[in-house]
């Protein structure tokens, strides 16, 4: 009745598990242009965000980095045309 062995049995686990894989395969891809799109619409975009180079120089002249003299020639440097 149940004939298991009629030279298919174990190439169907097989086909099973390769079947399993590739559906993890295209949810993980699919998951991961998903989170990849979402990230560069808010700017996360992993390439590189680029900071306000007069921010640098504020936080730097908050830690201490750099002296006043410093950061107003900085930020003459950065207005001027």
Known sequence: MWQMHDGMGWWMVFGGIWIVLFWVGVI???????????????GGGGISTREDPL??????????????????QIKRDLSAP
Not at 55 to 67: N, P, Q, V
């Open 28 to 42: 993980g891809l699919v998951a991961w242009i998903v989170s990849r799109l979402t990230l560069r619409g808010r």
């Open 55 to 72: 921010e640098i120089a504020k936080a730097r002249y908050a830690r201490g980095e750099i002296t006043k003299e410093e950061f107003e």
